[in-house]
Nanobody, 123 residues
């Protein structure tokens, strides 16, 4: 059974940092492109960052470019999202997702999802 379990969320002041982790079980992460998405209350889920199976290719939403960094450690079967210079508008539930094959940036393209972790940024 495939499981993605996000951790590292919490409450942080604006300008602060958080690092999200997403260890995977039940699959060989090196075969999967990975993505981070977020969903704020009353808003649609949006793509935040993605990384190819070997880490050679990354993609970011304009809203987080230069502030967030996605990375992966295939030996640990884990993907990370380093979030710096956080803003109140970054408040959302953050989810990681796995896609067998090449990197895509739309949610329907992903095969497996975690339950999400709440990130709250206070002003």
């Amino acid at each position: 059974q495939v499981q993605l379990v996000e951790s590292g969320g919490g409450l942080v002041q604006a300008g602060g940092s958080l690092r999200l982790s997403c260890p995977a079980s039940g699959l060989t992460l090196s075969m999967f492109a990975m993505g981070w998405f977020r969903q704020a209350p009353g808003k649609e889920r949006e793509f935040i960052a993605g990384i190819s199976w070997n880490g050679d290719e990354t993609s970011y939403a304009d809203s987080v470019k230069g502030r967030f960094t996605i990375s992966r450690d295939n030996a640990k079967n884990t993907v990370y999202l380093q979030m710096n210079s956080l803003k109140p508008e970054d408040t959302a539930v953050y989810s990681c997702a796995a896609r067998l094959g090449i990197l895509k940036i739309t949610a329907p393209e992903f095969d497996y999802w975690g339950q999400g972790t709440q990130v709250t940024v206070s002003s």
